[in-house]
């Protein structure tokens, strides 16, 4: 750096057009460069973001004539018990999925980094595979599995003497059901960032720990926690904006039934949109959404200040 | 090595200290300490494969039930062992629907789709992170922003947009709005900026152009981050759902998972295996990637986790 400094500032001096030249041509090239990119967000990404607020401000179908709303479209959404049950069903969905996603992917974590060889691998592609499924294959694979009356499941429960469970019929059961498949799925990922964040703790500290004492569990709480703590943050951020999104799954398994029982957001602007075309409701609702899940990753982000630990 | 004397000392003391040495290590000694570790050892490792084996069980139990007959295919218990494998179920899957074209429609919606990102990515992650113009960083940050704004929100104004342009139920339109991402240009950027800046001034000084410092120096090296964006993209867009089910109304042009959610409403609860070998089919490609590409598909996904 000492060295390249003083020849940068004798080139500059020496040839000042030159130089004038040179970062014209880097700016042209530099464009050139980002031009795909800016053009596909912006045109995909960021004029539909303001388009979906300006259509929000409008009664807007394909087959009847726009009519500017102002705030209508909002207003009616405070007396739509539908939209607003599918915003609790969101949230409890997604509470639900994301603490189970960490729990178990820590768990499972902590156990397979413990085990060696080809053990480990053979655990570590047993938790990733379901990732590789889609949501769509899952979805009708497990609405055999968990079929009330012919379901493999039941089939089994009702074997070990347990009580058979309405699983897809009843409206927790349907919400546990869409709970357990998703988190079934989705485990590969918080299980491999866990794995990779166990696996940067420096043993030094860990043993340091124990020597002095420390029991596994306490070991566990005050040093392993600590310092995957920023893996946790971001498994959960970036599990509840999946989960506020959740479409598939509740789609194809359950229709968002029984009833509304199921009906995420996504679902019913769905509806709202390509079944009953009403754009400018749907936009609405997916504004508010929108909103949902930029104050749902601040709020986590300003309560992470707390808990996590960065070295 | 200097510390052969200290090794020998500290032998030495160790020999002195045998009498001590069972007080030291109480595991050696109290059996009991011992046996109850093991037990909890041998306890964690069955707790841990029944886990495994729960986790898998759904898809072996699709891939047994796949190769029973349609008749017996809901019937309880499952056929673990399949003793008797049917594949005409596979074949029947093709001839109840169109198949092929739902495997052709997801390799080339997949296949632009991630070649595209992988170009537009690689070449605004190098500008973002290797070259100077003005407004650079504010640029970049704009883009950066767009990652958060979660796709359903925009769907609508996206649908409308590929609607105007005569792209609806098209396959271009599925692979037009996601061909430049965010995501992607952060991820090469982070790359580009981890690569040793004097490669390039080298070959600027040997008379390079600004391509050819691109693009025979800099894009040769980007080949592992190119791979992990291009198996995540790979991963998520040949099992994209939502997308299809809205901007795909054809059969003919649908890809493999709405062809096999149309599949299973076709075909109903009358034949399940039939359904699950569609499910298996759809699965192989996923499983290849995997396979050669697992490294790769861990690293993407860590991505962004180490920063917190």
Known sequence: MALALPRRHARTAGAKTGTDLHRRRETRFAWLLILPTILGVGLFTAVPIVGSFVLSLFNYSIISPTKWVGLANYSALLHD?????????????????????????????????????????????????????????VSIVMSYIFDSQ?????????????????????????????????????????????????????????????????????????????????????TVTVGVINQLQLFDQPYVLTHGGPGNATQTVVLDIYEQAFQNLRFGYASAISVILFIVVLVATFLQFRISRRWVFYS | MSDQPAFAVTTGMRRRAAGQAAAAQPERRLGGVQVRR???????????????????????????????????????????????????????????????????????????????????????????????FR????????????????????????????????????????????????????????????????????????????????????ARLAGPPLATLGVLAFAAYWNEFFRPLIFLSTPTKFTLPLGLVTLQGYLGTGSVSVVLAGVVLSLIPTLIVFLFAQRRLVEGLTFGSVKG
């Open chain 2, 135 to 218: 407004g650079r960083e504010p640029i970049f940050w704009a883009v950066l922003a767009t990652m958060m704004v979660p796709i359903q929100a925009t769907i609508i104004p996206v649908f409308l947009l590929v609607k105007e342009f005569g792209l609806f139920n098209s396959r271009t339109g599925l692979i037009l709005p996601v061909v430049a991402t965010a995501f992607g240009t952060f991820l090469m950027r982070q790359y580009f900026l981890q690569m040793p800046k004097e490669l390039g001034e080298a070959a600027t000084v040997d008379g390079a152009n600004q391509w050819q410092v691109f693009y025979r120096i800099y």
């Open chain 2, 38 to 132: 093991t037990a909890g050892r041998v306890v964690e490792i069955i707790l841990l494969t029944a886990v495994a084996l729960l986790v898998v069980s759904p898809i072996y139990w699709t891939i047994v039930t796949s190769l029973r007959t349609p008749a017996q295919s809901f019937s309880n218990p499952p056929a673990w062992i399949p003793t008797h494998p049917l594949w005409s179920n596979y074949s029947a899957v093709f001839s109840n629907v169109p198949f092929w074209d739902f495997l052709l429609n997801s390799f080339l919606i997949t296949g632009c789709i991630v070649i595209g990102q992988m170009i537009t990515c690689c070449l605004s992650g190098y500008a973002f992170a290797r070259l100077r």
């Open chain 1, 150 to 234: 012919f379901g493999v499941l039941n089939y089994y429960l009702g074997l070990i003497g347990l009580p058979q469970v309405s699983w897809l019929d009843s409206t927790w059961g349907a919400i546990f059901t869409v709970m357990i498949v998703v988190t079934w799925q989705q485990l590969g990922f918080t299980f491999i960032v866990f794995s990779a964040a166990l696996g940067a703790v420096p043993r030094e500290l860990t043993e340091a720990a124990r020597v002095d004492g420390a029991g596994g569990w306490r070991v566990f709480r005050k040093i392993t926690l600590p310092m995957i703590s920023p893996s946790i943050l971001f």
């Open chain 1, 81 to 137: 018990s539908n939209a607003q049950h599918a915003f609790v069903v969101t949230i409890i969905l997604t509470v639900g999925i994301a603490i189970a996603q960490v729990v178990v992917g820590l768990a499972l974590a902590v156990a397979v980094q413990r085990r060696t060889g080809w053990a480990r691998s053979l655990y570590r592609a047993a938790f990733f595979v379901p990732l590789l499924v889609s949501g769509a294959s």
